[in-house]
């Protein structure tokens, strides 16, 4: 089978949208026709080389879509399913799957972009194997995926609604609801006013935070997410955004989420902080990026420094809890979506994303 796709092959080099030859899915696998894809700054980095990954690679790992066949000895899903796909799979069996924390799983970090059994189902027009990010690479009409990767859904919500469920909205509301340390009632700061931050910001509201202080350089992304529940904004192009975020919360903030993606933003996050306030780290920064802390602060006043990725939590579980969230009307997923593109326009959607347009954007591989 052919599918179209979005392939990196060089950093810095625009993607090209080619034709690839398509293996069926093997034992464990499903294909599946993709029906919506998020447009989500990790690609971004792996294009400029700051994120690493194998290429050629087709990106996209924000994504959900129908399952068309499935592999051997798949009884999770069927065909005709409604799946998120997950950026991680886990393995079930290695140290961290077994620990409880399924989303670190290491047999997924090892085999990376090609499927578990370690080999790769795209070949292009030259006869060279092509990866897929995530094991899911989504910028695709279609896509081979581990069966495990699928969350299927029942129910009639939107492809694109699951698509963002896949990233931006568990990673930004998971890394709030799922934090051992939360609890109803804090002052919240979100550095980065972009997709994730955006659900940050809307997780912070679920568990009804007497302040949610959002800061970014962006006037119209500081405007964008004040419709989400941010309380206070605070754009830092105009002012110290320690200084506001102190002053906004009479001395320091309960927690600080960083979602910016850069060490300086790091190391504001933990001066914001009051005594035993709690700084999380979930904008991934360029790989060589350094944070330099003021380190006494961490003892004196007992702050904690931690990271989350993907939610904190098992993947899937979160899926299932946002789901509820959004049927019931308490997150609103369909208003972050402000523009839609054709496969085609990928190389533009992202001179989009960069530019600074608020909101999220939605590749439509089969529109
Ligand atoms: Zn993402
Ligand atoms: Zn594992």
Not at 46 to 55: A, N, V
Not at 68 to 76: K, M, P, Y
Not at 111 to 137: A, H, N, P, W, Y
């Amino acid at each position: 089978m052919k599918s179209k796709a979005a392939v990196l092959y060089e950093i810095h080099e625009p993607l090209r949208v080619v034709n690839l030859e398509m293996d069926d899915p093997k034992e464990g696998e499903v294909r599946v026709r993709i029906g919506a894809a998020g447009i989500c700054l990790s690609d971004h980095h792996i294009m400029e080389g700051t994120g690493s990954t194998l290429r050629p690679v087709v990106l996209g790992h924000e994504g959900a879509g129908t399952v068309e066949e499935v592999g051997l000895g798949v009884s999770s899903v069927k065909v005709g399913d409604r799946c998120i796909l997950s950026f991680v799979t886990n393995c079930g069996h290695c140290s961290t799957c077994r620990s409880g924390s399924p989303q670190l799983c290491l047999t997924n970090r090892l085999t990376g972009g090609r499927q578990f059994d370690g080999t790769t189902r795209l070949t292009d027009g030259e006869g060279q194997s092509v990866f897929q990010l995530s094991k899911i690479g989504v910028f695709s009409e279609r896509s081979v995926v581990p069966a495990r990767a699928c969350y299927p859904v029942v129910g009639d919500v939107p492809m694109d609604v699951l698509a963002l469920i896949g990233c931006c909205v568990t990673t930004g509301v998971g890394a709030v609801i799922n934090n051992p340390f939360m609890r109803p009632g804090a002052t919240i700061a979100v550095f980065g006013a972009g997709g994730v931050g955006t659900n940050v910001v809307q997780g912070a509201r679920l568990m009804n935070a007497a302040k949610v202080i959002a800061v970014d350089l962006n006037q119209e992304k500081l405007d964008f997410v004040k419709r989400f529940g941010a309380t206070d904004l605070v754009n830092a192009s105009e002012v110290d955004p320690v200084a506001a975020v102190k002053e906004l919360s009479g001395g320091g903030v309960d927690f600080a989420f960083e979602v910016f993606g850069s060490g300086q933003t790091v190391a504001q996050c933990v001066e914001v902080l009051r005594p035993n306030g709690v700084a999380v780290v979930v904008g991934l920064a360029p790989e060589a990026d350094r944070s330099s802390l003021e380190v006494t602060t961490l003892v004196r006043n007992q702050k904690i420094l931690m990271g989350s990725y993907y939610g904190s939590a098992s993947p899937h579980e979160t899926f299932a809890r946002i789901l509820d969230f959004y049927q019931r009307g308490l997150i609103d997923v369909q208003g972050q979506i402000t523009r839609r593109y054709p496969l085609e326009q990928v190389n533009e959607a992202y001179d989009d994303l960069i530019a600074g347009k608020p909101g999220r954007g939605v590749l439509i591989p089969n529109g």
